[in-house]
């Protein structure tokens, strides 16, 4: 990049704002109202860049159901639902890691994060793919968490399910953490759960990046700023906690 690329391209509020964030100057940063979501990752991204031991940007919804027997007290992270579209075996583990740290931290469940890629009918190619995936994740072993392979929705949800689906499961139906085979799985889960399910669905959240930096919807609400200001807070407290 020239010196003049760089005075026009940081005129951008996206590279201004997160190059205020890689410079301490903000904690987060919060975009996307009238930007495209390419427009705003590519900003975090050439601004803050990836957290270090990660290669992938990925993203998860929160998803806050009424009943309480779910997840950790009725909230689970779904991932990736918004950036990788076709994850491989090593990218599937990495955003299985990403989203156990982004459900300790917002979730306060530091030792049941529980995460796993599932599939239900997926052709064989597919199937082989998530299997590397948990094998590569059972690779990078964290004592805090417990990981399962390509579980039914409903082995991985339910414990009496379990206890006849997946007798030697490690999650055995306490899962909080679902990863999808991909986008379009995660999408479709996503949106049954808010429609049917009358969930709220925060998100799509981004992590891996190395310092906290969130997109928001065209045409979003008002309270769905809040909740993007809200959870970017705490994502820069939990970096903080982990990298003074």
Not at 179 to 196: C, H, M, S, W
Request: net charge neutral; hydrophobic share 40%.
């Amino acid at each position: 990049m020239t010196h003049d690329e760089a005075r026009r391209t940081v005129e951008d509020p996206l590279y201004y704002g997160n190059l205020m964030v890689r410079t301490h100057q903000f904690d987060g940063s919060v975009a996307g109202a009238t930007n495209t979501t390419a427009h705003t990752v590519r900003a975090a991204l050439h601004c803050i860049g990836v957290r270090a031991g990660f290669k992938l940007v990925s993203s998860f919804f929160v998803m806050a159901l009424a009943d309480t027997q779910f997840g950790a007290e009725g909230a689970l992270i779904y991932a990736d639902c918004g950036v990788v579209i076709e994850p491989s075996a090593a990218e599937l583990a990495e955003i299985a890691l990403a989203s156990a740290d982004s459900c300790r931290a917002l979730l306060k469940w530091s030792r049941a994060s529980r995460c796993f890629p599932f599939h239900e009918g997926k052709r064989r190619a597919q199937i082989n793919r998530q299997s590397r995936g948990s094998d590569a994740h059972r690779a990078r072993p964290r004592a805090e968490m417990s990981v399962d392979g390509e579980l039914q929705v409903d082995a991985a949800l339910v414990p009496k399910v379990a206890e006849s689906k997946a007798p030697g499961s490690s999650i055995a139906g306490r899962a909080n953490v679902l990863v999808f085979p991909d986008l379009q799985a995660g999408n479709i889960a996503y949106k049954l759960t808010e429609r049917l399910a009358g969930a709220a669905a925060i998100g799509p959240i981004l992590q891996g990046l190395d310092k906290p930096a969130n997109d928001l919807s065209r045409g979003c609400q008002p309270s769905d700023i809040v909740d993007a200001v809200a959870i970017t807070a705490v994502q820069s407290q939990a970096r903080k906690q982990r990298d003074p």
